[in-house]
């Protein structure tokens, strides 16, 4: 059994064309559960992490947001960014029992700009990388040291895959952007507040399995599913015997399809067009007969259309009331 | 018996004096005239938009119209609230207390800072879901129109169509907000909102309101000689969000409300002399033919591009205009809807006058589809 489960690194990073491939939609947090959700699944009845080493500067909301997203409690352990952090973190795994549950390892790097006006150092990748530990204690030597290697956490998580002969994905994200044309949504001030009708933080916080894990529910009398869940089935109002059924976060196929520009946007995405323009919206069938409005994400309008299959990521929606809020975005499947 | 209507657009007065004015008009209009202390009950219908007065404003209502003391209730279904309205005016009428219902609609929606106002144009739709996603009601619409158009050829000029038809009958309206014909190809060039719906086919933010005054069929005579009977009321519902609709090119309350309003009345479909439907976007008309019961899936197409609903076609739609042309101030547009009818039935509706109408049924609908509202009309 190896030390590091078959990891998964996800690379979307600044590229040293100049052309930004990370999405003005993603932060520490999106990032990390993008790469989170590109490890492979675990095995029926295998017991999950509930140790969670973050390497890097994350959002203050991964105090809930983790376990939101795992869909269990889990203790977050903090540790400083870049490869004093992931040294640190990985002392700590090898330390842990050998009898104890996996742990999961996520750490995020973005390029720092050196002042409001500078530009990011397109030289570092910026990006994520999870990383499960089957078992504490089973790291070899060789693999520690290449992941100490550096020259930053992406890059050295990426050695390590290289050698367990793991191909980590290539940078993916958006296309025929400008670097400058996305910094006023990246630095945006998160101070935005309602002007009139809004969800409130404790409905948002009440939608999160759906919202962010796609969870619908199945029903035990008549078999439907019902999304987004609701505690009641929509087909047979039963009440009773409603079961989570997680929906496939990677398929989907695009049932209809718009674009907004023009002014069009609910003022909460005010931000994102003045920093992007326009955007798309599917509704989006997640599974036969089960739909979810999408806003669409890493691709130009007019790329999705009707049929066209694509993916679910969890990104940045909207600030509201000093925080971002998170939700998944569609983007196509090449 | 009697109906009153401001001008729909972008208003110097505030809603108070809208209210006032098309309260008047009501008054003015009834042939023998009626009392303001014959209202036993009065029922507004309004949004709020913009939130001058969320709470009791049909105590508003009350105010504007000199009806001291009377009871007043606030009626809330988003754009249907107008034919909802209706509903609540007849069901109090029938309780047998009143001489006389009032039932008002009224928005005012253009003394709103921009930002504020897209705000509030998207407060009817599936807010956690729908709007989370970046959409306002041109979105859920343009949502709409792609897969309908995608389904049915030449959808995309029907819709075109539907503008064009509405803004030239809009002209023969001094009320209108739109005086302004516009071309197919104009349609089809001007800016795209909400894809592959563009500026023109969506109908404006206006201020406005309309009243009608209500008496029971057999006291009707004594304030009129050319009543105009309301023959049968439907309404119907759905699920909020669209995505949780099986088809999205189907308004179900819509079908809901024209079958129940018809099983209501004696009437059939093809006794209907004209429509007045709701075309807050110009696939809303495509949609409504269909689902009210004139046209099968798909067939609103040749039914709008042959000519059938314009004025001199088979069945007149929207003579006034539309919300698309006439303007869309939310709670009043399905009292003017019935405002027009008034005005047709008793054939007093000038250069727009549709010959020999006899009947006429209302569609009103509530954001993308959620609630609905039907009512057939006849002349007395």
Wanted: aromatic letters at 6%; charged letters at 20%; one cysteine or more.
């Amino acid at each position: 059994m190896p030390g590091v489960e078959a990891g998964a690194v996800y690379v979307p990073g600044f590229v040293s064309e100049g052309r930004p491939v990370a999405g003005p939609d993603e932060d520490a947090f999106t990032l990390a559960a993008t790469a989170w959700e590109g490890l492979p699944p675990l095995p029926a009845g295998a017991p999950s992490a509930r140790t969670l080493h973050l390497v890097g500067s994350f959002p203050r909301m991964v105090d809930w947001g983790f376990a939101a997203l795992l869909g269990h409690p889990v203790e977050l352990v903090a540790h400083p960014a870049g490869l004093p952090g992931l040294s640190e973190a990985l002392a700590q795994v090898e330390a842990a029992s050998p009898d104890g549950p996996p742990q999961l390892l996520l750490g995020v790097q973005i390029p720092e700009r050196s002042g409001p006006d500078s530009e990011p150092d397109l030289g570092v990748g910026a990006g994520a990388v999870a990383l499960r530990f089957a078992a504490a204690g089973s790291l070899s030597r060789a693999e520690r040291s290449l992941l100490r290697e550096g020259p930053d956490v992406v890059s050295a998580a990426k050695v390590v895959l290289a050698s367990r002969g793991v191909d980590p994905p290539g940078p993916t994200g958006h296309r025929g952007l400008s670097l400058g044309s996305i910094r006023p949504f990246v630095e945006a001030p998160v101070t935005a507040v309602s002007e009139g009708a809004y969800v409130p933080r404790a409905r948002y916080l009440e939608n999160l399995p759906s919202r962010w894990r796609l969870v619908a529910e199945r029903c035990g009398h008549c078999g439907s599913l019902t999304f987004p869940a609701r505690g009641v089935c929509r087909s047979c109002s039963a009440r009773e015997g409603l079961s989570p059924h997680p929906l496939p976060r990677d398929g989907g196929t695009v049932a209809a399809v718009t674009t907004i520009g023009q002014g069009g946007q609910p003022t909460e995405f005010d931000l994102q067009v003045a920093a992007l323009g326009e955007y798309a919206v599917a509704l989006v069938e997640l599974a036969p007969g089960v739909v979810s409005t999408l806003q669409v994400t890493d691709a130009s309008p007019g790329e999705v259309r009707i049929g066209t299959r694509v993916a679910t990521r969890l990104r940045r929606l909207y600030p509201m009331e000093g925080e971002w809020r998170y939700g998944r975005k569609a983007l196509p499947l090449l | 018996m009697g109906a009153g209507h401001t001008r729909f657009g972008a208003l110097d007065e505030g809603p108070r004096a809208l209210l006032r004015a098309a309260v008047d008009g009501a008054f003015a209009s009834v042939d023998r005239g009626a009392e303001r202390a014959q209202v036993g009950e009065a029922f507004l219908a309004t949004l709020g938009f913009g939130g001058w007065q969320i709470g009791n404003s049909s105590a508003v209502l009350g105010e504007e119209a000199g009806l001291a003391g009377a009871p007043t209730t606030r009626v809330e279904n988003a754009c249907a609230s107008g034919g909802s309205a209706l509903r609540a005016g007849v069901r109090a009428l029938e309780e047998g207390r009143s001489d006389l219902v009032l039932v008002a609609g009224l928005e005012k929606m253009t003394d709103l800072r921009a930002p504020r106002r897209r705000y509030w144009l998207g407060v009817s739709g599936d807010t956690e879901w729908e709007r989370l996603a970046g959409l306002t009601f041109a979105g859920v619409y343009g949502l709409i129109a792609s897969a309908y158009s995608a389904r049915f050829r030449s959808a995309r000029e029907a819709m075109a169509e539907v503008a064009s038809k509405n803004h030239e009958n809009g002209r023969r309206n001094p009320n209108a907000h739109f005086q302004k014909a516009v071309t197919r190809e104009e349609v089809l060039r001007a800016p795209r909102v909400a894809e592959p719906l563009g500026l023109l086919d969506c109908c404006p933010v206006s201020d406005g309101a309309a009243a009608v005054l209500l008496a029971r069929p057999d006291r009707a005579r004594e304030f009129t000689d050319t009543p105009v009977f309301i023959e049968g009321l439907g309404a119907g519902s759905d699920r909020l969000a669209v995505q949780e609709r099986p088809d999205v090119t189907r308004f179900a309350a819509t079908r809901r409300a024209a079958e129940a309003a018809f099983d209501d009345s004696r009437m059939g479909r093809s006794q209907v002399s004209f429509l007045e439907v709701h075309d807050c976007f110009t696939i809303a008309e495509l949609l409504a033919l269909e689902d009210l019961g004139f046209a099968d899936p798909g067939g609103a197409v040749s039914m709008t591009l042959s000519g059938e609903t314009r004025p001199s076609g088979r069945l007149p739609v929207n003579p006034d205009g539309g919300l698309k042309a006439k303007g869309h101030p939310i709670g009043a547009t399905g009292v003017s809807q019935v405002y027009e009818i008034f005005l047709q039935l008793r054939a007093a509706a000038g250069d727009r006058q549709v010959p020999g109408a006899e009947t006429a049924l209302a569609h009103n609908v509530g954001g993308a589809g959620a609630t609905a509202t039907v009512s057939l009309f006849r002349r007395g």
